[in-house]
């Protein structure tokens, strides 16, 4: 490459100096020779005719060709309730500024070819003129008076916030180098707090687990929305500025790093429909050059893209975005998991290790229900975690007691269950054997104290697990197949 820009440079130059030469000779040769210079002018005129001719016809057959691939145009209508707004905004602007355009194009060019030099021809010079200030100052200034004005209600319209009663859904849009994090507020339809200091790598939005409207929050890759639902986005950004595009919802904001902005937007066609509509038009009915079995138009998907160019992986942060009906998106909806179940529970950085919360008592009780009804025995029982509250005491974690609890009532209501309690450890945590034996005593003894009676409960003494650093960890299996019922 940089070989071939060094000879495309020499060959330029050379022809440079070649020019200049030839120049040089041409203007000592015509110095003195006014005829040939007016002949010059007349020719150049000429050519500035047939540019002007050929740019603008160029100009409106280009966009006559590519009238289909443009936002606004063709099947590329807006696929929101406020997009037409823009749309109409954007049309009265070209309105006007094309026809400054063009009429400006053919003065320029028109008036070069007129008025080029001629024998005894003499330039008319105006100094001043207040009439010809006060018309192109005034009328511009009329145009754009009313151009800003129209802007500023369309902004208005399309910038109003939702108020209060409005039935919206809202998301959060978080843009970092080089992606987005897509937050939904889960089933209780409201986003959790979050606070910088809180970020690591096991929390990348810095989300307060101490606020429970967190924990049915869910991170999703790939924007996923109702048709017809009012959607507010809040949109941040993590690192450097960044901007949410959705080019065909006319949806545009910039993600400012501590300072929240946001969009509300409808959408109100669906990914299929307006699939259809591109259906519809010759240009995409043509195959996917990604995946030639399919045409253009099947394999087209709405996009998120951050449209401010933000480091060297900017163009890695598109995103699909699908548009689908109510029903589809409450399908898609169930199969989303939360954050903080998923990936928080339980482990350290979890505030809420002293309970459970009241759908996981009511599911463990499922869960264990089930399992001790299965006749399977042998089969390990679903115990979430058994923990304690420090490296060598013997207080269970509240989670743990509440689990216990659940195995507890089970048992004694079932005198015929019997369950073994075991546990693993690693080599390095063998110096703390007598530790382990009298932690499972606490654990047994919980049971103990909730009617479970010590026949029903076999303690297995410690038994080693092979790996050095396996952590400790007790396990409840089932005793006797059939004794159970
Ligand atoms: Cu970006």
């Given at each position: 490459?940089?070989?071939?820009?060094?000879?495309?440079?020499?060959?330029?130059?050379?022809?440079?100096?070649?020019?200049?030469?030839?120049?040089?000779?041409?203007a000592a040769k015509?110095?003195g020779?006014?005829?040939?210079?007016?002949?010059?002018?007349?020719s150049?005129?000429?050519?500035?005719?047939i540019f002007?001719?050929?740019?603008?016809?160029?100009?409106?057959?280009s966009?006559?060709?590519?009238?289909?691939?443009?936002?606004g145009?063709?099947?590329?209508t807006?696929?929101?309730e406020?997009?037409?707004?823009?749309?109409?905004?954007?049309?009265?602007?070209?309105?006007f500024?094309?026809?400054?355009?063009v009429?400006t194009?053919?003065?320029?060019?028109?008036f070069?070819?007129?008025?080029?030099?001629?024998?005894?021809?003499?330039?008319?010079?105006i100094?001043h003129?207040?009439?010809?200030?006060?018309?192109?100052?005034?009328?511009?200034?009329?145009?754009?008076?009313?151009?800003v004005?129209?802007?500023?209600?369309?902004?208005?319209?399309v910038?109003?916030d939702?108020?209060?009663g409005?039935?919206?859904?809202?998301?959060e849009?978080?843009?970092?180098?080089?992606?987005?994090?897509?937050?939904?507020?889960?089933?209780?339809?409201?986003?959790g707090?979050?606070?910088?200091k809180?970020?690591?790598?096991?929390?990348?939005?810095?989300?307060?687990?101490?606020?429970?409207?967190?924990?049915?929050?869910f991170?999703?890759?790939e924007?996923?929305?109702?048709v017809?639902?009012?959607?507010?986005?809040?949109?941040?950004?993590?690192?450097?500025?960044?901007?949410?595009?959705l080019?065909?919802?006319r949806?545009?904001?910039?993600?400012?790093?501590?300072?929240?902005?946001?969009?509300?937007?409808?959408?109100?066609?669906?990914?299929e429909?307006y699939?259809?509509?591109?259906?519809?038009?010759p240009e995409?009915?043509v195959?996917?050059p990604a995946?030639?079995a399919?045409m253009?138009?099947?394999?087209f998907?709405?996009?998120?893209?951050?449209?401010?160019?933000?480091?060297?992986?900017?163009?890695?942060?598109?995103?699909?975005?699908?548009?689908?009906s109510?029903?589809?998106?409450?399908?898609?909806?169930?199969?989303?998991s939360?954050?903080?179940?998923?990936?928080?529970r339980?482990?350290?950085?979890d505030?809420?290790?002293?309970?459970?919360f009241?759908?996981?008592?009511?599911?463990k009780k499922?869960l264990?229900?089930?399992?001790?009804?299965a006749?399977?025995?042998?089969?390990?029982?679903?115990?979430e975690?058994i923990?304690?509250n420090?490296a060598?005491?013997?207080?269970?974690?509240?989670?743990?007691?509440?689990?216990?609890?659940?195995?507890?009532?089970?048992l004694?209501?079932?005198?015929?269950?019997?369950v073994?309690?075991?546990?693993?450890?690693?080599?390095?945590?063998i110096a703390?054997?007598?530790?382990?034996?009298?932690?499972?005593k606490?654990?047994?003894d919980?049971?103990?104290?909730?009617?479970?009676?010590?026949?029903?409960?076999?303690?297995?003494?410690?038994?080693?697990?092979?790996?050095?650093?396996?952590?400790?960890?007790?396990?409840?299996?089932?005793?006797?197949?059939?004794?159970l019922?």
């Amino acid at each position: 490459m940089t070989i071939f820009l060094v000879i495309i440079s020499i060959v330029l130059i050379a022809v440079i100096v070649v020019q200049i030469g030839k120049v040089t000779e041409l203007a000592a040769k015509i110095r003195g020779e006014e005829e040939m210079q007016y002949e010059v002018n007349r020719s150049q005129g000429g050519y500035m005719i047939i540019f002007l001719v050929v740019f603008l016809v160029g100009c409106v057959a280009s966009a006559i060709y590519l009238k289909n691939y443009m936002l606004g145009y063709g099947p590329h209508t807006p696929a929101s309730e406020h997009g037409s707004i823009l749309d109409k905004m954007f049309n009265v602007t070209l309105f006007f500024t094309g026809i400054v355009f063009v009429i400006t194009h053919i003065l320029l060019f028109y008036f070069g070819w007129k008025y080029s030099a001629k024998k005894g021809r003499k330039a008319l010079f105006i100094p001043h003129d207040n009439k010809l200030e006060i018309i192109w100052t005034a009328i511009p200034a009329v145009v754009m008076t009313f151009l800003v004005v129209g802007g500023l209600d369309a902004w208005n319209e399309v910038m109003a916030d939702v108020t209060e009663g409005d039935d919206y859904m809202e998301i959060e849009a978080t843009g970092f180098q080089f992606g987005w994090n897509l937050r939904y507020p889960g089933s209780d339809g409201l986003i959790g707090e979050k606070n910088y200091k809180l970020i690591t790598s096991e929390n990348p939005l810095g989300q307060n687990w101490k606020d429970l409207k967190n924990h049915d929050d869910f991170l999703a890759t790939e924007l996923v929305l109702p048709v017809g639902q009012k959607i507010r986005v809040r949109i941040t950004a993590q690192d450097v500025l960044h901007n949410f595009y959705l080019p065909h919802f006319r949806v545009k904001m910039d993600a400012v790093p501590g300072m929240p902005t946001y969009f509300v937007f409808t959408p109100t066609k669906t990914t299929e429909e307006y699939r259809a509509e591109l259906k519809k038009f010759p240009e995409y009915n043509v195959p996917d050059p990604a995946d030639p079995a399919k045409m253009l138009w099947e394999t087209f998907d709405y996009e998120l893209a951050c449209s401010e160019l933000c480091g060297r992986g900017h163009y890695s942060m598109k995103r699909p975005v699908k548009i689908v009906s109510q029903e589809e998106y409450d399908i898609w909806f169930a199969t989303q998991s939360s954050y903080y179940f998923s990936n928080i529970r339980f482990k350290e950085s979890d505030p809420w290790t002293d309970r459970l919360f009241d759908a996981e008592l009511t599911k463990k009780k499922e869960l264990l229900s089930a399992a001790l009804g299965a006749e399977s025995a042998g089969k390990d029982l679903p115990l979430e975690v058994i923990a304690f509250n420090d490296a060598k005491g013997y207080t269970l974690l509240g989670a743990s007691k509440a689990e216990l609890n659940i195995l507890a009532g089970l048992l004694k209501a079932k005198p015929s269950a019997k369950v073994k309690l075991s546990v693993t450890t690693g080599e390095d945590n063998i110096a703390q054997i007598g530790d382990i034996d009298a932690r499972t005593k606490a654990i047994a003894d919980i049971l103990y104290e909730n009617g479970v009676s010590p026949s029903q409960l076999v303690l297995v003494p410690t038994t080693m697990a092979t790996e050095d650093n396996a952590t400790t960890k007790w396990v409840f299996t089932l005793l006797g197949a059939g004794l159970l019922l």
